[in-house]
């Protein structure tokens, strides 16, 4: 494996935390770039498939818009946008709240669930490469560090 310094060929840093930080930018990139060439047989976005996920964890039960922006890990993403074309996909309905009429809830189809359950190469970066070169230990420290980087 190479280290960062390699991959961008630069050896001089102003200190350790502008490597650091550097490392965790290139990092992101390097992860996106895997995840994105794994959803692309499935022509959805890695934002898509965030959404997905999250339905998929509160299905059967639907969830409102303003919830899943709550919980998107790409904060900056157009919820609405995106779920229309999820809804084009048939992956996702959307369904008057019987409660409030004014709220939409997102339901996640059967064919939504299909396709999570076909996209295998995404889940296998945390279940298998990651194992490979993170212990347990060094999976915990590192999110350890990670939300200290955050403040």
């Not at 298998?128 to 993170?134: A, F, I, M, R, T």
Request: hydrophobic residues 40%; positive net charge.
């Amino acid at each position: 494996m190479k280290s960062l310094q390699e991959e961008i060929q630069q050896r001089k840093w102003q200190n350790d935390q502008q490597l650091a930080l550097v490392n965790v930018l290139f990092t992101y990139h390097w992860l996106k770039d895997r995840m994105s060439e794994a959803l692309k047989p499935y022509k959805i976005t890695m934002q898509q498939y965030n959404v997905l996920r999250i339905l998929r964890g509160a299905h059967p039960k639907g969830m409102a818009a303003a919830r899943i922006r709550e919980r998107l890990l790409d904060k900056t993403s157009d919820v609405s946008r995106l779920l229309d074309r999820l809804e084009k996909l048939n992956f996702v309905e959307r369904q008057n709240s019987p409660e409030d009429k004014r709220v939409t809830e997102i339901f996640l189809t059967l064919r939504g669930l299909e396709i999570l359950g076909q996209i295998r190469s995404v889940d296998k970066l945390h279940k298998e490469h990651l194992p490979k070169v993170l212990s347990d230990e060094d999976a915990q420290l590192l999110s350890a560090l990670l939300d200290k980087m955050r403040g």
